[in-house]
């Protein structure tokens, strides 16, 4: 399967755990955006990386939340000390190139539920 | 912050009838794309406008992107039970690199 990986498919955590959400890009793409996305809506901008470095992270809490895209392996999402307010299904998209066209792929997604 | 707004929010019709969806927003986007997400699933991409006045055609869905590349409209004929999801719209701030999601329009079709 050449598209993009997303585990955790699902992931259970008590409030105050951490969270690690991965994602591997599709092949040849060195762009990577994770979007949270909420019942019935529509998907709200995250964070946009390259490989090893932060690009855009204006959609990030400033708290608690992190992201990375290091040379070698997946992206990951980080939560720390998640609260109920974190659960959220979590799509990670890759993009060949910046300021093409602005076509996403999207993986599956992870859904968090924090108990 | 560029903002698209989609309606409408949910719509529920019987199979064979028509419909149009629309994704408005008071700025200029490089490109829009079209997107259909399932339940439990990704978004997945349907098609992309770039050109202003625009139009795409995909089997019995057409999508036109507006003259001033602000607001774009998905009209499907003839709809069917697995046309059923939620239809998002994004637009492209090139500047920026990173694509504005709509909020979707959630599309039920009964048999």
């Known amino acids: 399967n050449a598209g993009v990986m997303q585990n955790p498919r699902h992931l259970v955590r008590r409030r105050g755990q951490e969270a690690r959400l991965r994602c591997s890009p599709m092949?040849?793409?060195?762009?990577v955006y994770w979007y949270r996305q909420l019942p019935e809506e529509g998907l709200k901008f995250m964070v946009y990386l390259q490989k090893e470095n932060i690009i855009d992270e204006s959609g990030m809490p400033k708290e608690r939340f992190s992201a990375e895209f290091p040379k070698e392996g997946p992206s990951i999402l980080r939560i720390q000390q998640v609260v109920r307010g974190d659960s959220a299904a979590y799509f990670c998209a890759s993009s060949p190139l910046r300021g093409t066209t602005g076509e996403l792929f999207f993986g599956e997604g992870s859904r968090l539920t924090v108990l | 912050t560029q903002l698209l707004e989609q309606s409408p929010q949910f719509l529920s019709i019987q199979e064979g009838e028509n419909l149009t969806v629309y994704c408005n927003s008071s700025s200029v986007f490089s490109s829009l794309q079209w997107y259909r997400q399932e339940p439990g699933e990704g978004p997945v991409l349907l098609v992309t406008?770039?050109?202003?006045?625009e139009v795409k055609k995909l089997k019995r869905l057409t999508f036109q992107f507006g003259d001033a590349r602000k607001d774009s409209s998905l009209h499907i004929t003839a709809a069917q039970p697995g046309d059923t999801g939620l239809y998002l719209c994004a637009g492209l701030n090139t500047n920026a690199g990173k694509s504005t999601f709509g909020d979707g329009t959630t599309l039920t079709v009964k048999p």
């Open positions: 092949k040849g793409h060195s762009h």
């Open positions: 406008v770039v050109t202003g006045g």
